[in-house]
């Protein structure tokens, strides 16, 4: 059994018993919640941090817990209450829904476009230049089982190599701020990089990409931001603000000179007072994302749907993209939400 589909027979046992219980934040007495408890990455700024400092999120406050060690933690960990909402690569976001998970997906927050995408990338002096050179190599990736196995199995499968030898591809499991150093001192032999951390290794020169997921799939959102079903249920308004205010930071950053984008996230580090070093986000180019404010389409996650159904991950029917994602808090939906 997988990690992974161990953690979600954990999740299972663990949703019996917040269901009745899990009211996420602390919740005023006359209404909504009005504080998300959430976690964040080290060394970078998540939407949803970006849009609270914007003033986006309006009486809505933003609980930090710690930082997140991958997407399938994160929703697991929204899953089972431990957070409010948190955010995962859709393939991930698919394999928890599956699993009778009540999560429901309502905003995009990374992707991959021609700035912002993830590589698969091999020191200069590396033999790997096709697929078939993977075989009995060691990739790194920043969690098993999400976006970066996905892309690379699909690349894999494309370039003709059978499942048994796919299986042969070493896959390891390191966090982002390690991979460039694991790649240069070659205890990988290949390390999927994306954003600033791609930027960052890539300004050091020496590395070369193999191949891209935008150059694979074009220009898409590769994860979205989930609540609870429950919470949605009891929290209509104060998750319409959330979504809304994630779209609206999509946007204003969008639409600004990198520059200015690249000091409020610095700003941001430096109040927050984390003990952090600012370096990766002076690499900022963009979010990826490809729908406006954040909108999520099913083609976003029919790709994943596909790719595990083919591979034998999903059982029975496949799922239906509508009964995963919605776009109902997401002022964009209908033509608003301009910063």
Known sequence: MSPFRRTLAAVAALLALTSATACGGDAEASGQTKELRYQGSVGQVT???????????????????GNVTGGPQDIQATATGQSDFGGAFN??????????????????????DAQTF???YVLDDSPIRTARDLIGRKVGMNTLGAHAEAVLKIWLARNGLSP????????????????????RQRQIDVAVLGGVIRDKAVAGGGVRTIFTDYELLGAFSGGSYVFRDDFLKRNPDTVKTFVSGVGRAIEWARSQPRETVVARLEAIIAKRGRNEDP??????????????????TDREFTTWIDWLADTGELKGDKPKPGDIYTNRYNSFASGGGAA
């Open 91 to 112: 393939g991930a976001i698919v394999k928890l829904a599956t699993a009778n998970a009540p999560i429901t997906a309502v905003v995009s927050y990374y992707g991959s």
């Open 47 to 65: 939407l949803p941090e970006l849009a609270a400092d914007l003033g986006y999120l309006g009486d809505v406050k933003l609980k930090w817990i």
């Open 164 to 183: 048994a030898e796919i299986a042969q591809v070493e896959l390891v499991a390191i966090p982002p701020v390690n991979s460039e150093q694991s790649l």
């Open 118 to 120: 993830q590589g698969y």
């Open 279 to 296: 370096a990766l986000v002076r690499y900022w180019k963009s979010s990826g994302v490809a729908g406006k404010g954040g909108l999520i």
